[in-house]
């Protein structure tokens, strides 16, 4: 194949902890490489927009740190817009990239996808701050997402406890409950609720009335933004869009509250972690992770594996075909959110 | 005056991080002078209900890391309940009790106030997590509020700048804006809303448009629940109440986030930072200021200081009459938030 | 198999975050299948010595927190001890154990395996916090001890930068180097030294003199208890016993920064991170990497999978033969190693 | 007097967390006021060599939660060096600063204070980590300190205690106990030495023996790097000094450790924590400190308050004279010791 002279990366969607860590780790072994680094701004949009400038160690070298992205990110998807990929191609050619690293989630990873079968060599690193793309155990950001909330559930036990209050704490997942399932374990909530399973509000209720009936006054219901009820119509109430047509934060949380207030009796109050759980530095774990998965997507690119991304899988990070991570929501398994319900109540 | 065998004490009013530490070391000064302690439960209601259990050493030694409060915590006021003063008088009679220490705010302090005035000794220990009493420099549990706060700013500064997006972050505090201050001076908010001052909304969105106008597209809002404004009615939309008529906590930045949208066009997101402003692990300095203002108490006790309180002055624990503390709410002063605005924008 | 009525757990070896949630899952999961459970003290000199109390729920409810383990631990091996095996057998059956879950590393499965073999069925969960345990990805315990690595080399970046100096970072690991490369990776440490590869001191000053040439006149070095290295002689320095004649923590980061400092005249520091690094409560991922292998281990338990552990295997947890875990000692790979190579300088 | 045009700013002595939060209010005052600002670098050291560079708001920005100092610091005495005070003198001329903020201890406000006199006019901002400056209630630094080594402690309390073994655990402050009185305060030490009481070492081991009594097996030590004793020579096993001939962090844990393991035979380990105590993130405590401190120190300039000081009394920064300060060393009062010693044991 043709030999790689110069790169551009982008990030694309929404912001997750580690973003910076895989930019860096880019340019750090594009440099290796003897490669120039174009920044893409905004992601797509910056591709729309010829919007990017050269990328060198001193930008990069302090930056793993830093939550966000140093390079902005955007919801753009050039397959969306008249002439969009069209213009792209031109763009990149203009811009001489020889291959993009596009970092991103389902939506960004399949405009790579696409990008590449247009003659636009493309590598993938997939993020998520929901840890729900397929092809890969875990994406960077995750855990400390997850951190964030069970540290918040963790404060919010001692204040319940001291009001004997019920607390419905929201956390992050429209369509995946794995944060609320993970941090509603690490946090000991005496429930959960998921976008997976359609829980009972009654018979979390039965539960807050056996806590009491054995002395328990208060408890922590950790409820995932997407959760579905089976008993209970959470649509009207936490449903709303912003000016700009995205579902809003929040709502499902302040809904549960409600109800659980209204057929128990017992004084409950709500929570929603909103976007203090995607902001901030990353865990080290999520440094790691995209350490090595921006490390992974430089050598593929030396090595020509196109329209693939960097996975983890198990100890290594291997090369696997975009198409297999979006190709499916990667929700969580009844299985292990039966390992939760062991410790309800 | 009488010699002391027993004491009580008790918690009252919304719970904060150092209340363990207060009661820990009273437990371990009244130990040490030989007295037996009484731990009293849900503040004044456990008056009302002769609700109480010995405190040992070891009831209370490993206490000080912990949030909340051992004793639990109550609004409950006896002096809005018929008789209720009596009541507390005849069990604290009951209960052998010939000092009690009350920990709590201007409602509960007040009520140790009149009860000394009526026969039952009390010495008193100001709690506000809000820092909104007079005759204290700082109260316990205020740091601990004001670092999770401003740990959470620092969290949206990286995910707002990603995006380009102006976050309104509502911080605890209905008539007084300290943390808000506090917590918006640390975390580098673009603009802070009090209750204090009334702010112009149409002022703060001049400031995004100035900070766009220079390429700085995003922004960070810090309100206080109780914030004023002179150009925006947020009363509708954001002073709800629930099933038990308190005033629901959120509200006002949701409301601010919609109006600067609405009037500047940029995504606008909002973050309510609620009840994890409560909870959890006190910091070192409420630790230790929870543990010194306890040991004061305790020797308060000793030398017959009645109807006064331990209260922080520079760097001394001194008493000071109840009186003081709550004849007025301790707002912050003008020249205290003006240091605020030159950071503004 | 025999029916379980009854199950011992014991936790041996080095303290790590986690034990709790993995006792914590073993006796939640034991109770719902109807078992009594034994809490056996200070590892397997509670077999010995007939040790043990029952655990119930109440008992472990809110443990998921505390770091350390509520059982104690010891390092006695019975194999070591005159009629030891015999005299655990002996004490099981008094006991009336059907099955012990025993948690802890290469030394405590090994017994486990054995004592297997000669009748007590053991099921093993895996514990190190060095990760160096083969037969499964990831330990728990081990991220939390990352995190707080990788959080003090942050620390140590402002103070070393703001006063010219070598700052040498000591990290726990006396065979593997999987603590410190991963918190070097994820500290941006610019330079590691590991147990696995014999690193030079003259190459590590000579990028600490291109670093001066460049104007950075600061660098943190991050090195294993355990690491060698190719031109210099530790040994004598930093391989001192205690009264106990266990390895002493430390002295390698002080010789190596003495060393550093004779041969560069730059003024060089060493901190040790020693015991802070295994102590206090565990991170969100090793609350639920504990709490999914105490869960499993009750499962295998059940299931009569004996003289296998409980082992995390990329998303799943699986059960493995303990002798897969105990053969050999799990170190980085070159190929890992070399990744943080790119960062160096 | 003069009208100001120019001002200069430079940190001196140790780093500390928050310089840069005073470094930050002090431009954007001069801002305010239309003031250049020069930076100057390493302390009085930039002053003798001409070594300065304007400050911009743009430099300032972000550093609110960046630890250690923008402007590097040294310990440079002019007054040491030959011809050093004109030098200074010359180069402010030079420079064309009308006045120069100085922010520092004892050291640096003292070289500030004999400038003024001189001709130079200087305002200080008391800076010590120690906390042992006269004259102001707290420093900034101090309570960052502090959390980081009260965070330490917790973690020890769970591996000493699941392993039956006392910790010592040494803290910053060689001349006051401050940190060490605090940290372990907060931290439930079971001992705290300081330098400014003498401890005996028998007493302590005497604690250790009836804690054992009573099955409390583990402890643990807090000791300033200062602490003296009444019956242990400390002196030739811990007061090493590094190739510059400064006094080496570290060497009375180790061998408090050793003489308390040789006297009770309990197994004892000791943690440094030494630079992790200055290093990171200031904590909003000291965020909102400096930058009052530094919005005062730019108050006085304008005001002509030479030779003074901004000074933290009570709930107000108040200008005092640099004189009061350094005049001498601010140590721990018994009667705040005693507090912690109702805690011993």
């Known amino acids: 194949m043709a030999e790689i002279k110069k790169i551009g990366i982008l990030t694309g ?3 997750c902890p580690g973003l910076n860590a895989v930019i860096r780790a880019v340019v750090y072994k594009a440099k290796e490489y003897g490669w120039d680094v174009l920044g893409v701004k905004y992601g797509w949009k910056g591709m729309l927009n010829a919007d990017a400038s050269p990328l060198e160690i001193k930008d990069v070298e302090n930056i793993l740190p830093m939550g966000g992205t140093i390079l902005k990110t955007s919801r753009t998807n050039p397959f969306k817009v008249e002439g969009g990929p069209e213009k792209v191609l031109e763009n990149a050619k203009k811009m001489g990239i020889d291959c993009l690293v596009a970092v991103g989630g389902e939506d960004t990873l399949g405009v790579a996808n696409k990008l590449t079968k247009m003659g636009l060599n ?4 997939p993020k998520t701050i929901d840890n729900d793309l397929g092809a890969t155990d875990y994406t960077f ?3 400390t997402a997850v951190q964030i909330a069970s540290d918040a559930i963790d404060r919010l036990h001692t204040t319940a406890c001291s009001h004997d209050r019920v607390i419905v704490c929201e956390i992050m997942g429209r ?14 909530a005496h429930w959960i609720f998921t976008p997976e399973v359609k829980g009972s509000v009654e018979d979390c209720c039965n539960m807050l009335r056996e806590r009491r009936g054995r002395g328990e006054n208060y408890a922590i219901i950790a409820v995932a933004e997407g959760a579905l009820f089976s ?4 649509e009207a109430a936490s449903r709303e869009t912003d000016a700009f047509g995205h579902v809003k934060l929040g709502g499902v949380a302040e809904a549960l509250a409600k109800e659980i207030e209204k057929r128990t009796r017992y004084e409950t109050r709500h929570v929603v972690l909103g976007h203090t759980q995607r902001g901030g530095t990353p865990m080290a774990y999520d440094r790691v992770l995209g350490t090595r998965l921006g490390y992974k997507a430089a050598e593929m690119v030396k090595s020509g594996q196109f329209a693939m991304m960097a996975s983890l899988r198990g100890e290594n990070i291997e090369a696997v075909p975009i ?3 979006v190709k499916e929501l990667k929700t969580v398994p009844e299985k292990y959110y039966n390992v939760t319900k062991t410790f309800f109540g």
């Open 175 to 188: 369509h995946a409950g794995w944060m609320t399932v993970d941090a509603g374990m690490a946090g000991s």
């Open 13 to 15: 969607g929404g912001d």
């Open 231 to 234: 008993d209970f119509d959470v």
């Open 141 to 143: 950001g995750y855990q």
């Open 323 to 325: 198409e297999e991570a």
């Open 122 to 125: 493309c590598v993938g690193v």
